[in-house]
């Protein structure tokens, strides 16, 4: 076997691992910083689902360019390491020992699939969403020649491939047993325009069910029996239930789990061995607000955790580090954009937190007779006492992807409603709402109002 040398081993290449080795290379540029990766292609994560139809297409479109990383002088290689010696500080493969100064671990995640379902996995026509080029084009080309595809979770990916499909007239049927789609992010009076537009789109849905067997016919898909005995027929169901921690090789290099199986970590990324990092979906993560174990997945946690990381090899430059995982997301259902940051209002309630919450519909052009001009709905999630924002859920055109993130801000800077109501923006016919009637601060105050 072949020896490799390196100051800085990152395995994995996804967001979590190209942000986490670019980092230590520009803080550490006399260190040598090797990244390894499993597949020879990556795609993008949260494009996956536009595979499916005509936004890409092929997922050729969606392989991440290794480009950003080999350019900033970060050395790349393909292989899997099957064992990690923490003691003699060394990560083995196939065919090569490589040895390191500090590790960073960033192995990701893989779908989760509740044991029930695990056998059903293994019928002709069941498949999951793995974030894996070759995976994703047998599932494309199998759905290709079917017409009648299931798809059990209406979570983001659930949702957007349900689209897609929809879009391209397959018959769509999306099941789960929560009570509304995109329960995770949304109230259900916001989640219910996502139902309709899905609905409009030409998908079933059937929520508040639980499926109980998946139906098979010589070893074929058929179908999936719900838990009130319904019975659909299906010629493909694809089991979008979530994801789960990459942690195997963690588990078997004896470094410390988390009780949902992720890899516990400080608000450095490091573990108990301060040599060793973990960052993105395979580590252990708290909620911003509440501090409980979060499950939230994104990419840009996983950015923000990989960049606190790398400027923490070697001495902590910045005393902050990284203060938990802000669930912020956005989708877009038909020509609506949908985004959430926070916690829901449901979900406050179930943490046992005094809240008050403010909503405003307005338009985002003014005036609204401006051609591209459309409803704008922003929800504000406000503790009862301090007036501080802990949640948000805008739902309107496009410009909802960036004000999210103004939500986000707020959010993480721990701003209050009183601050919101002297917020000045820049607005302008074309590309906002009208200052008179701003919806952020509209909801705010709603808020203000109710706490008087």
């Given at each position: 076997?072949?020896?490799?040398?390196?100051?800085?081993?990152?395995?994995?290449?996804?967001?979590?691992?190209?942000?986490?080795?670019?980092?230590?290379?520009?803080?550490?540029?006399?260190?040598?910083?090797?990244?390894?990766?499993?597949?020879?292609?990556?795609?993008?994560?949260?494009?996956?689902?536009?595979?499916?139809?005509?936004?890409?297409?092929?997922?050729?479109?969606?392989?991440?360019?290794?480009?950003?990383?080999?350019?900033?002088?970060?050395?790349?290689?393909?292989?899997?390491?099957?064992?990690?010696?923490?003691?003699?500080?060394?990560?083995?493969?196939?065919?090569?020992?490589?040895?390191?100064?500090?590790?960073?671990?960033?192995?990701?995640?893989?779908?989760?699939?509740?044991?029930?379902?695990?056998?059903?996995?293994?019928?002709?026509?069941?498949?999951?969403?793995?974030?894996?080029?070759?995976?994703?084009?047998?599932?494309?080309?199998?759905?290709?020649?079917?017409?009648?595809?299931?798809?059990?979770?209406?979570?983001?990916?659930?949702?957007?491939?349900?689209?897609?499909?929809?879009?391209?007239?397959?018959?769509?049927?999306?099941?789960?047993?929560?009570?509304?789609?995109?329960?995770?992010?949304?109230?259900?009076?916001?989640?219910?325009?996502?139902?309709?537009?899905?609905?409009?789109?030409?998908?079933?849905?059937?929520?508040?069910?639980?499926?109980?067997?998946?139906?098979e016919k010589n070893g074929r898909v058929s179908g999936v029996k719900l838990r009130n005995g319904k019975v659909i027929e299906?010629?493909?169901?694809?089991?979008?239930?979530?994801?789960?921690?990459?942690?195997?090789?963690?588990?078997?290099?004896?470094?410390?789990?988390?009780?949902?199986?992720?890899?516990?970590?400080?608000?450095?990324?490091?573990?108990?061995?301060?040599?060793?990092?973990?960052?993105?979906?395979?580590?252990?993560?708290?909620?911003?607000?509440?501090?409980?174990?979060?499950?939230?997945?994104?990419?840009?946690?996983?950015?923000?955790?990989?960049?606190?990381?790398?400027?923490?090899?070697?001495?902590?430059?910045?005393?902050?580090?990284?203060?938990?995982?802000?669930?912020?997301?956005?989708?877009?259902?038909?020509?609506?954009?949908?985004?959430?940051?926070?916690?829901?209002?449901?979900?406050?309630r179930e943490q046992k937190l005094d809240i008050v919450t403010g909503t405003f519909t307005g338009m985002n052009r003014h005036?609204?007779?401006?051609?591209?001009?459309?409803?704008?709905?922003?929800?504000?999630?406000?503790?009862?006492?301090?007036?501080?924002?802990?949640?948000?859920?805008?739902?309107?055109?496009?410009?909802?992807?960036?004000?999210?993130?103004?939500?986000?801000?707020?959010?993480?800077?721990?701003?209050?409603?009183?601050?919101?109501?002297?917020?000045?923006?820049?607005?302008?016919?074309?590309?906002?709402?009208?200052?008179?009637?701003?919806?952020?601060?509209?909801?705010?105050?709603?808020?203000?109002?109710?706490?008087?």
């Open positions: 076997m072949k020896e490799i040398r390196c100051d800085v081993l990152v395995i994995g290449g996804g967001p979590a691992g190209g942000v986490a080795a670019i980092t230590a290379k520009e803080h550490h540029p006399d260190k040598r910083v090797l990244l390894i990766r499993k597949e020879e292609k990556q795609l993008v994560p949260c494009a996956i689902p536009y595979i499916f139809g005509d936004i890409l297409g092929s997922s050729e479109k969606d392989v991440m360019s290794c480009a950003p990383v080999e350019k900033s002088g970060v050395e790349t290689m393909v292989g899997e390491v099957l064992h990690i010696d923490k003691e003699a500080k060394r990560a083995t493969t196939r065919d090569a020992v490589i040895f390191f100064d500090k590790l960073v671990i960033a192995t990701g995640s893989v779908p989760f699939v509740h044991p029930s379902m695990k056998d059903a996995t293994k019928i002709e026509g069941v498949f999951t969403v793995p974030k894996e080029k070759e995976t994703i084009d047998r599932l494309k080309a199998y759905a290709e020649t079917r017409e009648r595809i299931a798809i059990v979770g209406s979570g983001f990916i659930g949702l957007e491939i349900g689209l897609e499909f929809a879009k391209s007239g397959k018959n769509v049927t999306l099941i789960d047993g929560v009570d509304h789609v995109l329960n995770t992010a949304f109230d259900k009076e916001l989640a219910a325009e996502a139902e309709k537009l899905a609905e409009e789109a030409g998908v079933t849905l059937e929520l508040g069910e639980f499926v109980d067997e998946v139906l299906s010629e493909m169901v694809i089991l979008a239930t979530g994801y789960k921690p990459n942690t195997e090789l963690a588990e078997r290099s004896d470094i410390q789990l988390t009780c949902y199986g992720a890899i516990w970590v400080d608000e450095y990324m490091r573990t108990q061995n301060h040599d060793i990092f973990a960052v993105g979906d395979c580590a252990a993560r708290r909620d911003f607000i509440t501090r409980e174990y979060s499950r939230v997945m994104l990419a840009s946690t996983s950015a923000a955790e990989a960049r606190a990381a790398g400027t923490s090899l070697y001495k902590l430059k910045y005393i902050k580090g990284f203060n938990g995982t802000i669930a912020i997301f956005s989708t877009v259902v038909m020509d609506r954009a949908f985004a959430s940051a926070g916690v829901t209002e449901m979900q406050a005036p609204a007779t401006i051609p591209d001009a459309t409803r704008q709905s922003v929800k504000l999630i406000a503790m009862n006492h301090s007036g501080r924002i802990i949640g948000g859920q805008i739902v309107g055109g496009p410009e909802v992807g960036e004000l999210i993130n103004i939500v986000g801000l707020i959010i993480e800077a721990k701003i209050t409603i009183y601050t919101l109501l002297s917020l000045q923006v820049a607005t302008h016919p074309l590309l906002t709402a009208a200052p008179t009637a701003y919806p952020i601060v509209k909801a705010a105050e709603s808020i203000a109002k109710k706490m008087e």
